[in-house]
């Protein structure tokens, strides 16, 4: 079962009030870390100089979910979406058969499965976010099955390398694409698939957890707050290093 989650902080009103949601940011960021690192995470990212985390959860159970989100140390002082998700499979097969069509091959959907990849700090990230709007009651049922059919087509592009993860929301139609690479990259991939001129997109910089992490503590420092000594990240390392002897 995967779930797209997004946590936003709450707003603060003063330096003092700043200071001490950075702090449990850096603790959020570090318990963010450690579910990527045990895998219960797809991905992790910040957006907006930190303040909303975004993060793609793969468990077998609401129940685990719960817990895991008020496990957060910033899930006292936050809101939370959450999102269920169906792959990029599902979301194919469900289409194909409200068209009576078969439209990729077995292989080509056999392919849609994205592997889980490793994020790298020093890469660029965005977030792609795709949504086709409920159509006008006056268009008709053809002009309506074409933009389905399109969105089946445009599923091909998932092979290009820059993709690192692509899921459908359950009962929307709105595609969720974290991309790697230029802003230009992103918005030409995406603007090259049959149902973009259907779509309306939104493009923002994604921040992986260690960059979100750094600039955390360079903002404590700028307010004259105490800052960690460590980094998870180095902790991280260190275990994953120790896992590969």
Request: hydrophobic share 40%; aromatic share 8%.
């Given at each position: 079962?995967?779930?797209?989650?997004?946590?936003?902080e709450?707003?603060?009103?003063?330096?003092?009030?700043l200071?001490?949601?950075?702090?449990?940011?850096?603790?959020?960021?570090?318990?963010?870390q450690s579910?990527?690192?045990?895998e219960?995470?797809?991905?992790?990212?910040?957006?907006?100089e930190?303040?909303?985390?975004?993060?793609?959860?793969?468990?077998?159970?609401?129940?685990?979910?719960?817990?895991?989100?008020?496990?957060?140390?910033?899930?006292?002082?936050?809101?939370?979406?959450?999102?269920?998700l169906v792959?990029?499979?599902?979301?194919?097969?469900?289409?194909?058969?409200?068209?009576?069509?078969?439209?990729?091959?077995?292989?080509?959907?056999?392919?849609?499965?994205?592997?889980?990849?490793?994020?790298?700090?020093g890469?660029?990230?965005?977030?792609?976010?795709?949504e086709?709007?409920?159509f006008?009651?006056?268009l008709?049922?053809?002009?309506?099955?074409?933009?389905?059919?399109?969105?089946?087509?445009?599923?091909?592009s998932?092979?290009?390398?820059?993709?690192f993860?692509?899921?459908?929301?359950?009962?929307?139609?709105?595609?969720?694409?974290?991309?790697?690479g230029?802003?230009h990259?992103?918005?030409?991939?995406?603007?090259?698939?049959?149902?973009?001129?259907?779509?309306?997109?939104?493009?923002t910089?994604?921040?992986p957890?260690?960059?979100?992490?750094?600039s955390?503590?360079?903002?404590?420092?700028?307010?004259?707050?105490?800052v960690?000594?460590?980094?998870?990240?180095d902790i991280?390392?260190?275990?994953?290093?120790?896992?590969?002897?």
């Amino acid at each position: 079962m995967r779930f797209f989650v997004r946590m936003t902080e709450r707003s603060t009103s003063d330096p003092q009030e700043l200071s001490a949601m950075l702090q449990h940011r850096l603790n959020s960021i570090a318990y963010q870390q450690s579910l990527l690192d045990s895998e219960l995470l797809a991905y992790a990212f910040r957006i907006y100089e930190g303040r909303v985390a975004i993060e793609l959860f793969e468990v077998d159970s609401l129940e685990t979910l719960d817990r895991l989100i008020k496990a957060d140390p910033q899930f006292p002082y936050s809101m939370n979406d959450v999102t269920p998700l169906v792959s990029t499979q599902a979301m194919v097969k469900e289409a194909s058969d409200y068209l009576g069509e078969s439209i990729l091959t077995e292989a080509e959907l056999a392919e849609l499965t994205f592997p889980r990849k490793s994020i790298e700090p020093g890469s660029m990230y965005w977030l792609a976010y795709k949504e086709v709007k409920p159509f006008s009651p006056l268009l008709s049922q053809e002009m309506q099955n074409d933009v389905h059919r399109r969105t089946v087509v445009s599923q091909r592009s998932h092979h290009a390398a820059l993709e690192f993860a692509d899921d459908n929301p359950v009962g929307k139609s709105v595609g969720i694409l974290v991309a790697c690479g230029e802003l230009h990259e992103v918005q030409a991939h995406v603007r090259n698939c049959e149902v973009y001129p259907d779509t309306e997109v939104e493009f923002t910089e994604l921040m992986p957890l260690k960059r979100a992490w750094e600039s955390t503590v360079g903002r404590l420092q700028e307010l004259q707050r105490e800052v960690p000594t460590t980094s998870p990240f180095d902790i991280s390392k260190v275990q994953k290093s120790t896992a590969r002897r």
